[in-house]
């Protein structure tokens, strides 16, 4: 039997996508028109920030935070090993200098203990990278206090995580990117995410200086802001204030993922859904390990991940029933180019254990029922040596 091919992750484009987009194609502007504007007012809104910034992706919303911030060659930021290594890239990006902490075992997500450890060890950290893995945000109320104990800054790379959010210690609901602990925090629109632009990333902040400064720099340093002229010539005039960067989102995109959005909620309502059978799936299995989930948080299941001790065979064997699995991630310490850096492996022992046993089974909304029945079925046999 088989109702595959089943992915691991699915975009889902709908005819309201199509129309919108056809309206784009036939409108004034294709790039820096109207509808980066409006997207972004409404991405705001979303996740209960005051401003926010598209461009043209999640790496380059990663770059822009790390120029705003003003990371420069040799300053030292950490983030955990467990992620995509855009989330360590955007501070080599600046000449500046990774530092890791290990993760929670439990969690998967970095270990705020050790991270503590490693502000004490280093003084010359100057900014942490949290990553809400998964979709399971990181309590950025506890980094804050950390952040400002050191000197910190914070960039939240929820681009597993819109929708998502934890409950602070005073009872108030932190949606990921908010702004309400961290300085920034940035999105992704590839297609395997919540919201699907084929391309395309968000930055969201509180703070108006560094909102100003993402505008500049997402357009080569450009500004036409009366306000912000160093001299005007006339109507025509530009500055180019930065060496800033061609990060920008077209029109075509902003308004597919604008599209996506209205139906973000009810995305995530099934993704939990998803989530849920699966844990009560595999609660009793005690050859298959799941994501511990803390009472505080509101999970928002970008991924689904499990734990098991024959990991490269269950990946194999759900491909031979055309269930295609993936790995998140290959510690960034282990990449080659970080090597050459001087990591190593032995570095982070609870990383390298993680990514050994971990497999990401398939998540997106359109998963039907009976195919993750199937998933669920081809898992335990497999586990079971059936």
Known sequence: MSLGPIPYGKQHITEEDIQAVSVALKADYLTQGPS??????????????????????????????ALALGVEPGQKVITTPITFSASANCVRYCGGEVVFADIDPDTFLIDLAKLEEA????????????????????????????????????????????????????????????????DLAIFSFHPVKHIAAGEGGMITTNNEKLYQDLLRLRTHGITKDPNLLHENHGGWYMEMQD???????????????????????????????????????????????????PDEAQHAYHLYVIQVEDRKGLYDYLREHQIYSQVHYIPVHRMPYYQELGWKQGDFPLSEAYYDRCLSLPMFPTLTEEQQQFVIERVLAFVNGQ
């Open 119 to 182: 502000l004490k060890a280093d003084p010359e950290i100057v900014g942490i990278i949290p990553v809400d893995f998964t979709g399971l945000p990181v309590n950025l109320e506890k980094v804050r206090a950390l952040a400002d104990a050191h000197n910190c800054w914070i960039i939240e790379d929820a681009c597993h995580a819109p929708g998502g959010a934890f409950v602070d210690a005073n009872g108030a609901v932190s949606k990921c990117g908010s702004g309400m602990y961290a």
């Open 36 to 65: 980066i504007k409006a997207f972004e007012e409404d991405f705001a809104t979303y996740v209960g920030s005051k401003y926010a910034v598209a461009v043209s992706n999640g790496t380059a919303a990663l770059h822009l935070c």
């Open 243 to 293: 060496l800033g960067y061609n990060y920008r989102l077209t029109d075509i995109q902003a308004t597919l993922a604008a599209s996506q959005l209205t139906r973000a909620d009810a995305g995530m309502v099934r993704r939990r859904e998803i989530a849920k059978a699966y844990d009560a799936a595999f609660a009793n299995e005690a050859k298959v390990g799941i994501q511990t989930i």
